[in-house]
């Protein structure tokens, strides 16, 4: 199956700093990334669906000033949490669309944020 | 958005044929029905994806009445490695998906 790798797998920083996770789809191109936050025991929640060469799409509640995504290219979409807080710490998950309208998503490993 | 329901968590012993079951009342006619597993601290893996009737991969069964309304992931004969969160998800394409809660699988030896 397709590959889509995320970096850094975790990540350390202090409060006030931002932080820049990346994801790659290794062996295909993906217009659409999407890009997922899970806290601790919870389920994924859309954050955001992003398009390459055009904004991203943020989901209601979620702050586009703070959570910077970039889709430069048809394999790579960063997210950059900017001003990190605490209360940002957890576990950020993006994924890529292979197939097109079948809807079959690859995930990365997920990049785990804490901000101290 | 078509939402689904599933129970918050089973256990199991190893080697028993576990069945998940989801609800989803509201399915649309484009809907597919997907399954995805996810291990701690990893991000979700595809296991089963169908629209009607049964589907059967080397990893699991999906079983889907006429009426759609409801799904059955069938894992035979599971194993310790098969502890996990299993989600059910009903979508059109890749867009809006929603993850619900999931169920947390517990197999004991």
């Known amino acids: 199956g397709a590959v889509v790798s995320q970096h850094p797998s975790w990540v350390i920083c202090k409060s006030g700093t931002s932080v820049k996770i990346e994801c790659r789809s290794l062996?295909?191109?993906?217009?659409?990334m999407f890009w997922y936050r899970q806290f601790p025991k919870q389920s994924l929640m859309l954050m955001a669906t992003?398009?390459?060469?055009?904004?991203?799409?943020?989901e209601q509640g979620v702050e586009k000033d703070k959570f910077l995504i970039n889709h430069a290219s048809l394999t790579l979409s960063t997210l950059t949490v900017t001003s990190a807080h605490p209360e940002d710490s957890s576990f950020y998950i993006c994924?890529?669309?292979?197939?097109?309208?079948?809807?079959?998503?690859?995930f990365g490993e997920g990049s785990r944020l804490t901000v101290l | 958005l078509a939402k689904t329901t599933q129970p918050i968590s089973m256990d199991s012993y190893e080697g028993q044929e576990v069945n998940i079951t989801c609800s989803h009342n509201?399915?649309?006619?484009?809907?597919?029905i997907t399954w995805y597993q996810q291990f701690p601290s990893q991000g979700p893996r595809f296991i089963i994806q169908?629209?009607?009737t049964k589907v059967t991969n080397e990893v699991a069964s999906l079983f889907i009445p006429a009426d759609r309304k409801s799904s059955t992931l069938s894992l035979p004969r599971v194993s310790l490695s098969d502890t996990a969160v299993y989600y059910c998800?009903?979508?059109?394409?890749?867009?809006?998906?929603?993850f619900g809660t999931g169920t947390r699988l517990t197999v004991i030896p």
């Open positions: 994924s890529a669309d292979w197939q097109g309208n079948t809807g079959e998503l690859f």
């Open positions: 062996d295909f191109q993906a217009t659409t």
């Open positions: 992003s398009n390459e060469g055009s904004k991203a799409t943020y």
């Open positions: 509201n399915i649309a006619t484009n809907d597919y």
């Open positions: 169908g629209y009607k």
């Open positions: 998800l009903v979508q059109t394409g890749a867009n809006n998906l929603f």
